[in-house]
């Protein structure tokens, strides 16, 4: 007996998300993005032989390229195989048996699909203003013809625009190295949200670029060489996403029970390092040199980034030799060092940590710029006022860990060799004390220019001597850092720049890459406010008028326009907010006022600066037209004026005098 397709009821009874997260108003890139993740979990719990059988009906509403990170088998949308099987002219009992089973399981797979597909779309147009999906509209058909894909790249192509410098943020997120401080599955986690940003932006990864991105940066955080050269001998057609995720993961958890094992041994004297960190370091130049070669089929931008890699392990391994020697002429001392690589990687990684950080979800061992407020991957309740002085009940993961450079400081040695050595930018020298990170923030500045003591508040901080800057007294500095700086969200990455300025003695922020990475700063006599949108200024407050210098920068305005401005307001004494708004409102038609409050707080008018429900409640009030133009009107001769009891006399009148008229003509 055939088995039958499920209905659109089981199909919904059986989905994790009964309801979609509802978007309110103008659909945008973070809601349809959170809707789509929804539309997954319930597409992949329903089963089927399609796109390979391993992953539901999940192929149905994901993009081509981006399922092809999944399988390596193609989703194709099944065909109606009609309503009757079709046999041939000489078909035995046996081949019509054949072709019946057939049929009735094609007709389940094809069923099981558009059913799906229903329920999909049901959920979709129950959390989407139907406003937003009227272009998919047919006003015969309604949305009979249009698939649950078909709504959700309507979405994206219309209100979820991605612009090419949200791309190449994407793409340098995608670039970033492996934090071996957390786990790996937050690495995949970040590589797999990238990739489907691509995907959605039609700029897709290929599935040899995705790999090769990967395990770049697993291979240059030099935890997994032994796993990176398994995984280079495997056949390829065993190179797939979801088998790379699944090895290293393998890999990940093995190195943590080498660590739990390791961490129990003593290492040996310093004297006995030498013999041991130069096979290391060799063996680091030719992973490295492998890497290089295995990158020769990829992008210029992967082989740049290994040419880099190599250029700071060649200046790593001069920086080791020196500190081998000082470790031999101090061979006395009774510092014991860890032999186990994995260990030995993790105690040079504890310099580039912060000594006085903490982290709410990860706990006391962070790097230097991460903090309960900065985190970007919290756990669920995650309190972002939590510091090392008051955890809130947050983690307490590595709480006995000390820094080294504290050690150093604490065991009596005068000599803080190795906590310049590893604070690279040699920048600070007590790590422990953390200087006031206030800054100017400067319309006349350029670029950003960090002072040498406030270095420690960028992220991806790497060497640069190309910016000069050039004093009033004709003095000249020049960087010699260039870093990130993350305080402004998620701006472009050339406008988050900043330099390390030689000698510079304050920390100036320039006004003008704010404004360039679409920002509006806002000066008032006792603060200042960066803002993410555009601010409406109403026209009678404006004295002074200016314009940007685009080719420096900087912003000018005339010495002799004051007067004259002045002059202006006089002239347009009737310019004020109560006439915009009203002009605004008799735009719209004069509207009910109950209505255009509505309609303002859903966002359809999120481009008429100023027309905000607040102003409308304020300004249009009482107004003669909008009282004529609603008037609730009473239908005519429902209430008649005559008594009752008096139309009814006489209408017995009119039906006596008919009477007796009929009666005398009758007789007649």
Known sequence: MAVKALSVEDIVSKFPIKALPPINGEPTYSGINEMMQALYANAATMQTTLGGGRHGHIGMIMKPALYATLSQIAYEN????????????????????????????????????????????????????????????????????????????????????????????????????LDADLPIDMFFKRIDECVQFATDADNSFTPSQILQTAYYAIASCGLY????????????????????????????????????????????????????????????????????????????????????????????????SEQLAMLQQQAGNKAHVPTNTFVARKAKQDWTMDPKGYCWTHGYRVRVGHNSYTCSNKKEGHKDEATRANILGGSTQNKNWVHP??????????????????????????????????????????????????????????KDTSVNVNLPNGNTLASTLIGTLSMLGKPSHKASQAHVIQGLNKSLLSIGKICDANYTAVFDKTSVKI???????????????????????????????????????????????????????????????????????????????????????????????????????????IRSTKDSANTAVHDLRKVIHRVSTYSRISSM
């Open 78 to 177: 099944p065909e109606d195989p009609g309503p009757l099987p079709v046999y041939g002219r000489t078909a035995s009992d046996q081949v019509r048996q054949n072709v019946d089973n057939e049929f009735h399981e094609n007709k389940r797979v094809y069923e099981n699909h558009y059913n799906t597909d229903l329920a999909l779309k049901a959920l979709i147009i129950e959390a989407v203003d139907k406003v937003y999906l009227d272009e998919k509209y047919d006003r015969y058909t309604g949305f009979l013809t249009v698939s649950s894909r078909d709504m959700m790249d309507h979405l994206l192509n219309r209100y979820g625009k991605i612009l090419p410098s949200d791309i190449m943020e994407n793409k340098r997120r995608m670039d970033e190295p």
């Open 405 to 462: 450079g504290l050690e150093v400081n604490n065991s009596g040695n005068n000599s803080n060799t190795g906590l310049q050595h590893y604070c690279s930018n040699n920048l600070v020298n007590n790590i422990a004390t953390t200087p006031m990170t206030s800054a100017i923030l400067d319309s006349g500045a350029s670029s950003h220019y960090i002072a040498e003591n406030h270095a420690h508040i960028l992220q991806n901080v790497r």
């Open 225 to 320: 060489t032994d796993a990176c050269k398994l995984w280079r001998k495997r056949p390829e057609e065993e190179k797939t996403w979801t088998e790379f995720k699944q090895y290293f993961a393998d890999e990940y958890h093995d190195l943590k029970e080498m660590h739990k094992t390791s961490a129990k041994e003593t290492g040996f004297h310093a004297a006995n390092l030498a013999s041991e960190e130069e096979p290391e370091a060799a063996d680091d130049f030719m992973e490295a040199f492998q890497n290089l070669a295995m990158a020769a089929t990829t992008d210029k931008t992967t082989i740049a980034q290994l040419v880099e890699a190599n250029a700071k392990l060649v200046e790593s391994n001069k920086i080791l």
């Open 531 to 637: 803002c993410k949108q555009s601010l409406y200024v109403p026209e009678e407050t404006i004295v002074v008028r200016g314009q940007r210098n685009l080719t420096n920068g900087l912003w000018t305005t005339s010495l002799q326009q004051n007067q004259h401005e002045l002059c202006k307001i006089d002239h347009y004494k009737n310019a004020t907010t109560q006439n915009m708004i009203l002009f605004l409102y008799y735009a719209a038609f004069s509207p009910a006022v109950s209505t255009l409050i509505q309609a303002i707080n859903k966002g359809f008018f999120q481009s008429w600066p100023g027309f905000t429900s607040t102003a409308v409640r304020t300004y249009v009030k009482n107004l003669e037209a909008t009282s004529k133009g609603h008037l609730d009107h009473v239908r005519k001769n």
